[in-house]
Structure formats: C-alpha cells, structure tokens
C-alpha cells in the first residue's frame, strides 16, 4: 500500500488542461487556480496578503497627500488574442490609461476575471502573463482579484474587468470640459491602428504590412507631459468610437465647436488601405494606445517636442482647433477644402454595401 | 495610398472647382443627378458642395440599395429569421433598415434570430457547408454591382449539391430606376425638378458597360456621364455635364475609361442571365411599383430561391406617413425639407431608410452637412 502524500495536490495542468465549474466554486480547485496562475504571475506583496481586500499605504504624490482617481473598464474583445497583445495586456493598458489620462499617478489594480467553462488553461496562463507583463512594465501592481466561471455557452471564453486607483497632486486639474476657443488639438500617434488590427483578424483578411494594434500604458507619456508645467486642459484616450467620439464628448462637455484638418490627421497608409477596403473611417476606429491632447495655444510646440521625445509619441502632431460654436459640432476641413461634420457614430459602423 | 491619394488631390479639386464655375454660364441654373449614394456619400463626405458655384446643384438620387428597399422585403427576411429559425446571412447596412412592427434586422437578432453580417456571398457559401443542419438564407440586396456574386453563388452551390443554401433575391437594377425618374410627373409634365443631366455609376457600368444609358440619353436628351466615385472622378464629371448642357448635347460620356468600357463585364452578364430573369414588377421604396426593374432567381435553380423555397407571400407595407423618403428618392426634396429630419428621424433611431446607410441621402445630410442648416 502506497504512502498517502500529505499535502500533494497535483499541479494544474497548464497543457492541455480546462477551466472547470470547481474552479469557481471555492474549493481546492479554486486555490490551485489563484495560487499556480494568478498569484504565480501577478504576486506582489499586497495581492500576497491572501485577504479579502488588500491593505494598501495611503496614496501621496511626491510624498504630499492628494485626491484619489479611481476608473474601472471591462475587457470583452473578440479575437482574445490580436496582432500586437490580446486581452490580458488590453485590460492593465485600458484602466492605467484612464487613470492616467485624468493627469493622476496610476498605482494599483485590481481585476476580475469571468470565465467560461471549458476554457483552455493554456490560454489562461498566456493571458495572465501578458497581464503580469503589462503591470510590470506600467509600474502598477495588481493587488486584489476575483475568480468566477460560467457554465460554458454563457461567456465568451473570458472577460476581464479591471478597476485602477491612482492619486492626483492637489491644483492639477483636468477634464472634457476645460476645452476653450483657441485652445489647440494634439494627438500622440496614428490612428485607428487597434480597431483595424482586431477587425483584420476577425475578418480574416490579411495585408501585405502588417497591423498591429497600439495597446500600450500611457501613464509615463503623460508624466512626461505634465512635467513641463505646461497649460493641458483635456487629456483623453480616444477608444470605441475613435477620435470622432471623443472629440464630440469633449465639445458636448466644454460648450465649444472644432475644427479638424483632414490633411493633418495621422494613419498609417496601411491602416488607411484597410479601411477603405473594408468600408470604414478611421475616425472612427478605435485605439488602445493613443492620446489625445487639448491645450493652451502657446505650449503647443513645448507639448509637442516632450511627446515625440517618448517612445509612445514619436508621431505626435497638431491635428485641429477648438472653436466657438453654440451646436458643439465637430468640423473637418477636408483634404479637399471642403467642410464637414465628424459626427458621432450611430451604433457600429457598417460597411457599406457597393 | 496609391492610387487612392491621386484621385483626392485638393489642389486639383481647387482647380476643378475653378474651371467648372468659369465654364457654368451666367444667369444659368445646373441641376444634375447623382444617381449613385456612392456618389451621394463621396460629394458629402469630402464637402464636395462647397467647391461648386451656386448655380450648380446636385440633386440626389435613389442609388442607395438599402434606401430602396421596401419595408415588406425587410419583413421577409425577418420572418424567415425569427418564425423559420434560418441562419440568415446579409451585408452589413441592411441590418438597420427599419422594418414592420419596430423591428430591424439588427432588432430580430437581438431577439433570438441568428443573423449574420457577412462580407461577401463567399462568407455565406462557407456558413452554409459549415451547418449543414440548418436553412441558410442570403438576403440579396443591390444593384448590378452585387448581382454577379449572387449568380455565382448560387451556381456554385448548384454544383456542389449545397442543399441548404437559398437565397432571398432582392436585385434591382439602375436602369430601370432612371427611367422610373426621367417618366415622372415631376420631371416630364411639371418641371418641379429640373434635372439637366445624370452622373452614373462606374462601378455598375464596369459590369453593364455604359451602352444601357444610350437610350435615356437619346429619348429624353440628358447628358450622362459615367463616373468613378473617388472626389476628384466626381468633379470632373460635373465639369463634363456643364460643358454637355452649354453645348446642348446629351450623350454618354465616359470619365471612369480606366476601368469603363461600352459593353461592360460580358461574362458577368452571362452568369447574371443564366440565373437572374426579369420580375415583372417590383416594389422600390420611394418608387413604388416599377415594372422590370428587379431580378428574380430562374425555374432552373428554383431550389435555391429562398421566396419558393419558404413559399413566403410578398405583403407591401406603406412608409410611415411623416416620411419623405419617397420625395427624397425622386430628388423631389431635400432631406431638410422633411418634418423629421433630424428631429424624430436620426441616425439612432431612422424612421426612413435614407436615413440608415451612410449613402442615404439624409444620413449624409446628416452625419457631415448639418451644420450648414444651422448656421
């Protein structure tokens, strides 16, 4: 008779082995599954804590106490994994990014997790580790987490939901409704890359160069910018609805009107070639690793030089003016010097049929 | 991007606008169709008005196939999803088109019809071998443009033994339409719209050639010119038109020859003809009733033809009252002139179907030139 080995749990089997309804269910297989894959990945001293919530020092800003960010975003993409990252490194980028952009520090995450049935733990740990890559590489630990599984037909494999808190320094204040006549528009790179790499893929349409989506942490870009004292009013990343969206919620929430130059906006020829193909307007794509800058007229060119000094904004350019206009529409001067409306997106965008 | 950048070059666009407001005459009103939203969509979205004089004037035509389509063919469709339980299977702006009941098809998904966006007829084919237990159904909808897909589709699914392929055929063609237009009362007897002239579309022609437009050019003396859809190929063609109506001729003339011949596509035009014949009438939206306008799928492939196949009855649904996208379709009015635009009627929520596609006359109104209404 064979010795019982106390305390032997086989490992999970990250080859060929799948999520199953007791990996949810709050038993062994459940801490086999945070403590083999999550923990194993993402460990820090807080997420070891093991507790229910994790204890964490008050936040402070060059050692002075400041205001608390808090953001949180859902991660539903379909393919989970693209040219360029997948859904692990899309969800610490999309919550930093919206910590970021509201001119705070990034400094912890927190992330759940919903997973289908029959899901490949392979594929899980891909995910986690880009995840774990992506916070390394951002500087923002995740130190709490939750597990859950549907029965499988009810996900679609996996969604993730991340929140982010992050601290602002007192007197820096930004937000969508600081806009002014005058101010200027700057954006941190080409547009559109992410949501035509995603499309590219799910279409199954290769090209020639290929599209890699732009997730990336903006939040050392940003520091970088804010170090300059320079006069930021609105800092935003233009995701779903691209470009054309955000600019619209900025007009809607400043009271003012833009106009944009059509000329000056930045897509890469191969993003540009792809959505022509597929009947679709980069303005409205989205993008998982951009900026988009409103400020003061005068720091446009100090801005400018700062960003493209970082790698995330080398192509960073002017694209377009804030101007007074009681209908808060967005314009275009066309690269034919025509004008039109960038209007907001109604519902997906379809392509057109001939 | 070649090819593409060439033919939107603003400066040459500055210069076309030059050159069409010097050759315009004086004292001279230039009305001209653009039958195609192809068209519709390129002279918005590049604000192609606002480089053309004031007297001349476009006037947008009913070349939108989603704005055609009539409420009671979108009703088949949804009935077939949602009471027959098909896979069916269509391009993507038809998804919107409002239908019976405060449905669409994008609504009948959402309540259980399994409804799909497919890129091509090729992406329809595959779902189809891929569930060779279910009824797959491609909704059909286009001009001579999406036609010759369709045929080969069905010829290819004809020859695989594909059982469970159909095909709910919806084609119609542009000809017909611009004689529906030209014969109006409007038109002919009235004179409330003045209509000097057509810019075709290239893209139909490449499969048509420009031959079938001889005819409207030569009985009711319009001048059409054939034109690519990119805004420069547009410009030219209003330049073309004026200097047609200054010299008063009305032939067909061609801008799009890098791709444009007289006789067309002859092979695409034997495989349509092998599948398609001529309905005796079809239900356009905004037409009404025009006689030989629209394609039906032959006796020889009647297996596919998803309206025998379901044995489904044609119930014709009259537009929303407030509605003007008939008037709009005939170029009767403009979409501002509707009650509703912008107002109850928006890109959110469409009462009328040229408000759904980007190639609707009022969703391009809409979506890039309000702005000119307002200020």
Redesign the interface.
């Known amino acids: 008779m064979g010795e019982v080995k106390r305390g032997y749990v086989r490992p999970l089997d990250l080859k060929n082995g799948r999520v199953d309804m007791t990996h949810g269910s709050g038993g062994r297989s459940m801490v086999q599954l945070i403590s083999e894959l999550f923990a194993k990945h993402l460990g820090n001293e807080y997420l070891g804590q093991g507790n229910d919530g994790a204890v964490l020092p008050a936040p402070t800003f060059n050692g002075k106490p400041g205001r608390i960010v808090m953001a949180t975003d859902s991660h539903v993409v379909s393919p989970l994994f693209f040219p360029g990252g997948d859904i692990g490194c899309l969800s610490v980028h999309g919550t930093v990014n919206d910590v970021a952009v509201m001119g705070a520090k990034p400094l912890y995450l927190a992330a759940g997790f919903i997973l289908e049935e029959g899901f490949p733990l392979a594929e899980l740990a891909r995910i986690v580790e880009s995840m774990a890559r992506a916070a390394r590489e951002a500087g923002v630990p995740v130190v709490t987490g939750d597990t859950k599984v549907v029965e499988r037909g009810k996900g679609d494999g996996i969604f993730i939901t991340t929140a982010g808190v992050g601290v602002l320094p007192d007197g820096l204040e930004l937000g969508g409704s600081l806009a002014r006549p005058g101010d200027v528009i700057l954006v941190s790179g080409s547009l559109g890359d992410h949501g035509v790499a995603i499309m590219s893929k799910r279409?199954n349409l290769s090209f020639d160069a290929p599209i890699e989506s732009d997730t990336a942490a903006l939040n050392g870009l940003i520091e970088a910018m804010l170090a300059t004292g320079a006069g930021l009013r609105c800092l935003r990343d233009p995701t779903r609805g691209g470009l054309a969206a955000t600019l619209n919620e900025i007009a809607t929430q400043s009271g003012v009107g833009m106009m944009l130059y059509e000329?000056a906006l930045p897509v890469k020829?191969v993003v540009?070639?792809a959505c022509?193909f597929?009947?679709l307007d980069p303005l409205y794509v989205a993008n998982e690793g951009k900026l988009v800058v409103i400020c003061n007229a005068l720091d446009a060119e100090l801005l400018l030089n700062v960003m493209r000094a970082h790698p995330l904004g080398r192509d960073a350019c002017f694209i377009g003016d804030v101007i007074a206009d009681d209908?808060h529409?967005v314009?275009m001067t066309?690269?034919?010097?025509?004008?039109?409306?960038v209007?907001w997106l109604?519902?997906d965008q379809?392509?057109?049929?001939? | 991007?070649k090819y593409?950048d060439e033919f939107?070059d603003?400066e040459l666009?500055?210069n076309l606008?030059a050159s069409i407001a010097a050759t315009a005459q004086p004292g001279r009103n230039y009305s001209f169709m653009e039958f195609c939203g192809?068209h519709t969509?390129a002279i918005?979205?590049?604000?192609?008005?606002?480089?053309l004089p004031p007297t001349v004037r476009m006037v947008h035509g009913p070349g939108c196939?989603?704005c055609v389509l009539p409420i009671g063919r979108v009703d088949l469709a949804i009935r077939l999803a949602l009471e027959r339980g098909v896979i069916l299977c269509t391009?993507?702006?038809?998804?919107?088109v409002p239908a019976s009941d405060g449905l669409s098809l994008?609504k009948a998904k959402a309540r259980g019809g399994d409804i799909r966006?497919v890129?091509s007829t090729i992406d329809a084919l595959q779902i189809a071998r891929d569930n060779p237990g279910r009824e797959v159904v491609f909704f059909a909808?286009?001009?001579e443009?999406?036609t010759p897909p369709t045929a080969v589709a069905i010829q290819q699914a004809d020859a695989e033994g594909l059982k469970n392929f159909s095909v709910l055929c919806c084609h119609v063609l542009t000809p017909s339409a611009i004689s529906n237009i030209l014969e109006s009362p409007e038109v002919r007897q009235w004179g409330t719209v003045p209509l000097d002239g057509f810019i075709g579309p290239a893209?139909v022609s490449t499969v048509i050639g420009s031959r079938p437009y001889e005819f409207f050019a030569e009985e009711y003396r319009k001048p059409v010119v054939i034109a690519g859809f990119e805004?420069l190929d547009v410009m030219q063609a209003i330049l073309m038109l004026v200097r047609q109506v200054n010299e008063g001729r009305a032939e067909v003339e061609n801008e799009f020859s890098r791709a444009v011949t007289r006789d067309g596509n002859l092979k695409a035009q034997d495989r349509v003809a092998e599948v398609f014949e001529l309905r005796r009438e079809f239900e356009w939206r905004g037409l009404s009733v025009v006689p030989y306008s629209a394609l039906r799928i032959r006796a020889k492939y009647a297996g596919f033809d998803a309206e025998r196949r379901f044995k489904l009855d044609y119930r014709s649904v009259p537009d929303n009252k407030a509605c003007e996208c008939g008037a709009i379709l005939r170029g009767v009015k403009r979409p501002q002139d509707c009650k509703i635009f912008g107002t109850v009627c928006?890109?959110?929520n469409p009462i009328g179907s040229c408000m759904v596609?980007?190639?609707g006359a009022c969703?391009a109104h809409?979506?890039?030139?309000?702005?000119k209404d307002?200020h």
């Open positions: 279409e000329q020829p540009s070639a022509e597929l009947g209908h529409f314009q066309t690269a034919f010097g025509g004008k039109r409306i209007d109604a519902g379809l392509p057109r049929i001939c | 991007m593409i939107r603003g666009a500055t606008g192809g969509h918005s979205r590049y604000g192609l008005s606002d480089l196939p989603v391009y993507g702006d038809t998804l919107r994008m966006m890129y909808i286009g001009f443009t999406t893209h805004p928006t890109p959110e596609s980007s190639e969703a809409y979506s890039y030139g309000r702005y307002v």
